[in-house]
């Protein structure tokens, strides 16, 4: 099976602007979840949808937001960027979470946005 | 909600040492707790996981131990080589929510 893809892999952007990235689950996959990766915080989660509703949420300002779509596809958007939200930003899939034995979580290689 | 405590932030030992990285968890109701490895640049790898009900297990030079009862859960690398040098987070996934919290990471640099 294809793993994890995101798209763009690399991104830079302006404060005030807002941006958009995607997720493309492992196939078969139904649960996506976001995290912004920073040197100084570790992988702080985000959010995580299932069956294109958003069932967890992190501790992160309503500028952060996301959906996911019936193929189980999810984008994430931020808007009104900061200089703080440079970071990596990376998804993971799993099949169910909650489900011994399907709730590994497997990576994206993640988007790197720069907000200059 | 969950917290993790990992250590140490760096480490750093001979090619064929052994190293071990531990993390302690809060919630007695986390069950799953996965290892990951980042090698720079790359996403995260899951290299080996264990559930509550065990209480270690073992996979070639890596090993994970549980101690359920002190909250506590440890990473065994044997015989280190150099392309084992990455930054390894740990994570516990609580009952309830099922999302993992991960420890803010180990840089391991294993020295030829």
């Known amino acids: 099976k294809a793993g994890v893809t995101q798209t763009p892999r690399y991104l830079i952007k302006t404060r005030g602007q807002q941006v958009t990235l995607s997720c493309s689950p492992i196939s078969g996959h139904r649960s996506v979840s976001w995290y912004q990766q920073t040197p100084g915080q570790g992988l702080q989660f985000l959010f995580e949808?299932?069956?294109?509703?958003?069932?967890n949420k992190g501790n992160f300002p309503g500028r952060f937001s996301g959906r996911q779509f019936s193929n189980s596809r999810s984008e994430m958007n931020v808007s009104t960027l900061e200089l703080g939200d440079s970071a990596l930003y990376l998804c993971?899939?799993?099949?169910?979470?909650?489900?011994?034995?399907?709730?590994?979580?497997?990576f994206g290689p993640g988007t790197r946005l720069t907000v200059l | 909600g969950e917290n993790v405590e990992q250590h140490p932030s760096t480490l750093s030992v001979q090619e064929g040492d052994s190293a071990v990285i531990k993390c302690t968890y809060s919630d007695s109701a986390s069950n799953y707790f996965p290892w990951y490895k980042q090698e720079l640049g790359k996403r995260p790898q899951l290299i080996i996981d264990?559930?509550?009900?065990?209480g270690e297990k073992k996979d070639q030079r890596i090993a994970v131990t549980l101690n359920k009862t002190a909250k506590h859960f440890s990473l065994h690398i044997t015989e280190t080589q150099p392309e084992d040098s990455a930054v390894y987070f740990c994570?516990?996934?609580?009952?309830?929510?099922?999302?993992?919290?991960f420890g803010r990471g180990t840089s391991l640099i294993v020295h030829p």
């Open positions: 264990i559930r509550s009900n065990v």
């Open positions: 993971a899939s799993s099949p169910e979470p909650g489900l011994a034995g399907t709730d590994t979580q497997y």
């Open positions: 949808y299932f069956s294109e509703t958003q069932r």
């Open positions: 994570a516990a996934s609580s009952g309830g929510s099922y999302i993992p919290t």
